[in-house]
């Protein structure tokens, strides 16, 4: 079966409870599937990271995460709204 994975935290390296589980989830899936990420980046990522995740999955792409700078009146309006 192939799966595609989409991902709101890029996987490697694992040093957080999110990136871990995703990457447990990755090699779990990756025994008995073909398995493609779709993956925002939080920090640019190395060759050395895309290289670990491309010996797991038959395709990677990681698309970098934009930060959410408000203004000060963004910032207000967000406390009322859900």
């Known amino acids: 079966m192939r799966i595609l994975v989409l991902s709101s935290w890029w996987p ?5 409870g999110a ?5 447990n ?8 599937h073909e398995v493609h990420l779709i993956s925002f980046a939080q920090e640019p990522v190395t060759e050395a990271q895309l290289l670990k995740m491309r010996e ?3 395709s990677v792409q990681a698309i970098p995460q934009r930060v959410w700078q408000p203004r000060r009146g963004e910032q207000i309006i967000s406390l009322w709204q859900a």
């Open 12 to 16: 490697e390296p694992a040093n957080n």
């Open 25 to 32: 989830l990755l090699r779990a899936l990756a025994q008995h």
């Open 19 to 23: 990136r871990l589980r995703i990457s």
């Open 56 to 58: 797991i999955c038959a």
